[in-house]
């Protein structure tokens, strides 16, 4: 307990999934979090839990390719905690993996899922950015994929926007490190969540995926809380640049 005592967190994406384990974690350990997620009424469900399990948090809808509702959320939390320390870009959308062959994707899948993955992030870094610097520096940590390491992992619309998270992070470390704000992307693999269900639901495609996997199994979604937690706090406080894998070893082959 107490990990991220005194910080202020945005976590996106946290309605459901890896993104609502993200913030129930978070304010477990002591952060105070403003979850967010176009999906207002998950998400008040989430925030609901928090507070009665004696966590702060507070819901607020928000689209994340729209850069004026980023700078809203940035207000919104300053407003309400006074400052901010930690960005967590976690929402994005998911592919079919074995089902997007390049023929098959349009220039509009291909528009929509780099806007909503890897545009969305950078709008999220740029907009914490001042707030970060009053606070004297903080964390940003970024969810990629493995599909953002490594090709065929998934319809290549959804592997270019996860890979450009991998880079995006990179150039930001670089230019924010002196302000001591760290940069950082995490790429989870085969993580049982919502956005998997097209695999899950089918055991033939189930068994494919974890053949795959030399841990032979899938990822809970508080497997990746953990590792965000880590990145957040001050444990972590000379990691910066970095591209972390959480697949239970299938980039590893």
Do not use: C
């Not at 998950?42 to 809808?61: C, D, F, R, T």
């Not at 964390?139 to 090709?151: P, Q, T």
């Amino acid at each position: 307990m107490g990990r991220l005592s005194g910080k202020v967190a945005i976590i996106t994406g946290a309605a459901s999934g890896q993104g609502a384990a993200e913030a129930r974690l978070f304010a477990r350990e002591g952060a105070k979090v403003v979850a967010t997620d176009i999906q207002i009424e998950l998400l008040e469900n989430v925030v609901m839990e928090i507070v009665a399990s004696g966590g702060e948090a507070i819901a607020v809808q928000h689209d994340v390719t729209n850069e004026e509702q980023w700078n809203e959320v940035v207000k919104i939390t300053v407003g309400t905690y006074g400052k901010l320390d930690t960005l967590v870009n976690n929402a994005g959308i998911g592919g079919a993996p074995g089902f997007a062959l390049i023929d098959d994707v349009d220039l509009a899948a291909w528009n929509k899922f780099m806007t909503v993955n890897s545009t969305s992030q950078f709008l999220g870094i740029k907009s914490v950015i001042p707030e970060l610097r009053k606070s004297g520096g903080g964390s940003i940590v970024n969810i990629s994929s493995m599909a953002g390491l490594v090709g065929g992992a998934a319809g290549i619309h959804y592997t270019a926007s996860k890979g450009a998270i991998r880079l995006l992070s990179k150039d930001a470390a670089v230019e924010l490190g002196p302000d001591n704000i760290r940069v950082n992307s995490v790429h989870p693999g085969f993580i049982d969540t919502p956005m998997v269900s097209i695999v899950t639901e089918n055991e033939d495609a189930t068994k494919a995926a974890l053949m795959g996997i030399p841990l032979g199994r899938a990822a809970q979604p508080e497997e990746v809380a953990n590792l965000v937690l880590f990145l957040a706090s001050d444990e972590s406080s000379y990691i910066t640049g970095a591209e972390i894998a959480i697949d239970g070893g299938a980039t590893a082959k």
